[in-house]
């Protein structure tokens, strides 16, 4: 099993003709996800070859919807046009939207967030590297071959720590990886991750990545603490930041106490989240949680 992408679903790529999309969607079918369709209103009716398999392009995600039963779209579409893209998916009343664009305004993505919430879309994002369910799907920019199924779910802010925990616990593997991306807005948090992998079977162990700036993390322990039952393993990205400083992503700013990697860090472990001071510190706390037979949090 796995959360929010399985080997049943059916994905669209908004851009796929584009050359990040031709690229990314190559990367997408090598991994087994069965990408069904390209949405681009200029080029409806074309087909798209990808080393042998052909994909049709749509001109609306409705279209490619009715013709193929997709419900996942992953977006590589530019900044400018990224707002009407996603409420062009929750209009066709798709059920996951993956936002892979970066630089998208802040006010464009609060009225698209709002508006495919009201609709009941999820998103993932923006400025996030996607999710894979290793084995399965994989959905976005994540590399597949750094690791292999297994029963952790990890869920990150950061694109390239979510690869390298990936990679360090390449041997034991992962039920789904979520990068929720690291914007000031973003649609899926670390909550909706978190209760997902509660609920999942065949997830054993959480890893939660977070960074410094706003309080998500804060309010990430208060609901582990209070609703997750499982062992959760947390990091958090910027415990060298200087305050009052924006660093990396744009909702990574610090001021005075609020927002740091030790305040973030004080509030997990009060959860009774482990938490490591490095990747892969972080990494060989997962493994000895997996050693353990109670399996529990601290």
Sequence with gaps: MAIFLTKDSKVLVQGMTGAEGMKHTRRMLAAGTDVVGGVNPRKAGAEADFDGRTVPVFGSVRTAMDATGAD????????????????????????????????????????????????????????CPGLISPGQSNAGIIP?????????????????????????????????????????????????????????????????????????????????????????????????????????????????????AEAKRAALEAGGVRVGATPTETAGLVLALLADPAGRRA
């Design 72 to 127: 996942v779209t992953v977006l590589f579409v530019p900044p400018p046009f990224a707002r009407a893209a996603v409420i062009e998916a929750a209009d066709a009343g798709i059920p996951l939207a993956v936002v892979i664009t970066e630089g998208i305004p802040v006010h464009d993505a609060v009225a698209f967030q709002a508006y495919a919430r009201q609709r009941g879309t999820r998103v993932i994002g923006p400025n």
């Design 144 to 260: 597949a071959d750094i690791t292999k199924p297994g029963r952790i779910g990890l869920v990150s802010k950061s694109g390239t720590l979510t690869y390298q925990l990936m990679y360090e616990l390449r041997d034991i593997g992962f039920s789904t990886c979520v990068g929720i991306g690291g914007d000031p807005v973003i649609g899926t948090t670390h909550i909706d991750a978190l209760a997902a992998f509660e609920a999942d079977p065949d997830t054993d162990v959480i890893v939660m990545i977070g960074e410094i700036g706003g309080d998500a993390e804060e309010r990430a322990a208060r609901f582990i603490a209070d609703q997750v039952t499982k062992p959760v393993v947390g990091y958090i990205a910027g415990f060298t930041a200087p305050e009052g400083k924006t660093m990396g992503h744009a909702g990574a700013i610090v001021s005075g106490s609020s927002g740091t």
